[in-house]
């Protein structure tokens, strides 16, 4: 056990290492000042695919509608990615509804295994404006969504912007879990942009103009993913403008999103999230992968093994306390950007979320995942 005992402990302080690096990464990224100085000139287009969301789809309309911009800079592209209950219909409505805004329902074209980038690349050629936004039908924005990005890109005159997503949680421990999990993506997002490495974004709030797509080439070279149209898109733009690129940290431009009630569910949804990381194409971000992926795995087999008594539970205890301490500093900087005031790491959480980690990134390496009602193999 002494070759394990030193092995853990390494990884632990390649871990911590990495961790403090996030953390004073997060620091220097400061948040925008909105002044309202200038009336608001950036027009939009919002892009929205979707499949089966006739649930979700209502409080996403009606946060569209409570938009404070003129309804002249915006136009919405809906896309139905062969929808089997009433999306479609519910839409319809809205749009019949609020025609002071430029609305299309446009039906997705499948070309590729990737529906969503297929959804985004239909509406493309029918985009009026420059600068595009990503969300999803899952989704709420806030009334100062578009107000916010256009003062920053009055001031700033990025081509890539990046914004927060959280969760809209109820109050128990399996949506608290899902929330502490968001945050710590979240943190990472930010604090790889204060180092000078973005690797990571969520296309439920992400913005780009059209004329950055096309040099970029859109989601060429990446359409065998099934997902990834917010990432990879991200770092084939580092790697040819990284100065292009913005984080947009402001209460106004955080997307609230749902998080999943059905554990089979949250699990498919995470197996998803973690098979891009196989097609990183950043040294560090797949280096923290690794060592994140070690970390919790190496919890996992030592409490195993002081369970069955190879290993000193003590070692076990510090590494964990350890590993609890950096956690909790950088997810304690990403809640209270993300509004949710006074918070602490629960134990218990702390305890699970190795096992879940670890069992989350096996998996996707060998497992494929269901996804809106379609299964996607690796």
């Not at 002044?35 to 499949?51: G, L, Q």
């Not at 039906?107 to 690349?121: G, V």
């Not at 997002?189 to 970029?216: D, Q, R």
Request: charged residues 20%.
């Amino acid at each position: 056990m002494e070759i394990f005992t030193i092995i853990l402990y390494l990884i632990l302080a390649l871990y911590a290492v990495l961790m403090v690096q996030l953390i004073l990464g997060y620091n220097k990224v400061k948040s925008f000042k909105t002044i309202r100085a200038a009336a608001p000139k950036t027009a939009f287009t919002i892009i929205v695919p979707f499949r089966n969301e006739a649930k979700n789809l209502p409080k996403l309309l009606a946060s569209f509608s409570k938009l404070n911009y003129p309804h002249e800079l915006i136009e919405i592209i809906m896309v139905d990615d062969f929808s089997t209950d009433l999306s479609e219909r519910i839409c319809i409505r809205w749009r019949m509804e609020h025609d002071t805004i430029d609305t299309t329902l446009l039906e997705n074209l499948r070309l590729t295994d990737s529906p969503k980038k297929d959804a985004i690349a239909r509406a493309m050629p029918i985009v009026k404006h420059d600068w595009i936004i990503t969300t999803d039908a899952d989704c709420t924005v806030p009334k100062n969504w578009l107000l916010t990005i256009d003062e920053y890109i009055q001031k700033h005159q990025p081509e890539m912007i990046i914004g927060a997503v959280t969760y809209t949680t109820k109050n128990n421990w399996f949506h608290q879990f899902q929330q502490l999990d968001l945050l710590s993506l979240q943190g990472t997002t930010i604090g790889s942009f204060g180092l000078g490495k973005p690797f990571m974004c969520n296309g439920a709030n992400l913005a780009y103009t059209k004329k950055f797509f096309t040099e970029l080439d859109g989601f060429n070279g990446n359409q065998n993913r099934a997902s990834g149209d917010d990432v990879f898109l991200l770092q084939k733009a580092v790697k040819q403008s990284p100065e292009k690129i913005h984080y947009l940290k402001h209460s106004q431009n955080i997307v609230k999103t749902k998080p999943e009630n059905d554990l089979f569910d949250f699990f498919q949804q995470r197996v998803r999230w973690a098979s891009k990381t196989t097609g990183y194409q950043s040294y560090y971000a797949k280096l923290l992968a690794v060592v994140v992926f070690l970390m919790n795995l190496g919890l996992v087999v030592g409490l195993w093994f002081a369970v069955c008594g190879f290993f000193n539970f003590s070692i076990w205890l510090g590494v964990f306390s350890a590993k609890y301490l950096v956690d909790y500093a950088l997810l304690y900087k990403a809640n209270q950007y993300l509004g949710k005031g006074r918070w602490i790491l629960p134990l218990a959480s702390a305890v699970v979320y190795p096992f879940y980690s670890s069992l989350v990134g096996i998996y996707s390496l060998f497992g494929g995942f269901n996804w809106k009602g379609r299964k996607f193999s690796r």
